[in-house]
């Protein structure tokens, strides 16, 4: 049987039972070991706020309807980050090249359950790195999230950059953005979390709870206010902040999964006068300058690429490794008190 994590309704978590399926030609079936939870993206499932349960998504004039929603409880096999061992290719893929054979450790995307069946060209180069251990491999979505917000920076060497959140997808930014030459200031309302840029490379941090901080972000850039911000908490005042912290024509790369009206986004401030740069970062496409050499394959596994030379630690990131049966706490950690835990991962 197959284990499938699935959501029933808002804030009501399952493990449901299934029947393990045949592999069909041109699919890879793969064991999951780990599977990351987000605590972004996937609570807004979990809580009921994403807008695919209330609206429907026309992907090709890409703007969503009134209508019947995109998706509907019970939502099964949420999830982005697994890693796991090859147990069976389809027999006529045998010799593709970079494509996994049985045995191998492999990372990639066939969300919360216990076995995936995904298709080959979604699998080729995706064995993990020799050496590295299989737990970072769930880090490898995550990390490009962080990566492509970096890359929508446009960030110069020596420049200042605000990094607005530091939970997982908020660390790696800041440490992505240290290794672009950037000097970090990063943001949080949590002490550890603050305490834990500093070890990713932030040169500053200030704590949100102030209300000054795009003050201090001023005062600590001589006055000029951060070349770029980087906001990706989520939260619609962090925003508002992040756009009061840059100079004039600066840029502010919005990359968290904002719910619901803009309360406390006040357009008519600083973005007005200071003419802003506000750019939307989403992990389904890279920076459109950058498309005719980036992808988000190449995201991903330059990232697992910087993982594996030592240059980004992801092993200090995981907080909570938690076994299959106990989603539900897992998903009411997140929820309920997201002080105590960093990366969330389930094990299979």
Known sequence: MERVVQFTGPRQVEVAEHARADLPLGHVR???????????????????????????????ARIFRDGAPGIEYPVAGWG?????????????????????VAGDLVWGIW??????????????????PAGMEPLAGAFARVGAIAYNS??????????????????????????????SGARVIAVDALDSRLEAARRYGAQHTLDART???????????????????????????????????????????????????????????E???????????QIGGVPPHL????????????????????????????????PVADAADAYMLLDERPAEALQVILEF
């Open 30 to 60: 793969v064991r999951t070991e780990y599977s990351g939870i987000s605590a972004g993206t996937e609570l807004t499932a979990y809580r009921g706020t994403n807008p695919y349960l209330t609206k429907a998504w026309d992907p090709e």
């Open 80 to 100: 982005y980050s697994e890693v796991g061992e090859v147990l069976e290719v389809s027999p006529e893929l045998a010799g593709t090249p970079g494509l996994p």
């Open 111 to 128: 969300g919360h359950r216990s076995e995936g069946i995904v298709p080959a060209e979604r699998m080729i180069g995706h064995t993990l």
């Open 150 to 179: 970096v890359l929508a920076g446009g960030i110069n060497l020596g420049e200042d950059v605000a990094v607005f959140g530091q939970g997982v997808i908020g660390l790696l930014a800041t440490r992505l953005a240290h290794l």
């Open 211 to 269: 209300g000054t901080v795009a003050e201090d972000i001023r005062q600590a850039t001589g006055g000029l206010g951060a070349d770029v911000a980087i906001e990706i908490s989520g939260v619609h005042p962090a925003l508002h902040e992040a756009i009061r912290s840059v100079v004039v024509n600066g840029r502010v790369v919005a990359s968290g999964f904002y719910q619901g009206d803009g309360n406390g986004l006040r357009l008519g401030d």
């Open 271 to 281: 973005f007005h006068h200071n003419r802003i740069q506000l750019i939307s970062s």
């Open 291 to 322: 498309a005719h050499r980036w992808t988000v394959e190449r995201l991903q596994q330059s990232f697992l690429r910087l993982v594996a030379e030592g240059q980004v630690d992801v092993s200090a990131l995981v907080s909570h490794i938690v």
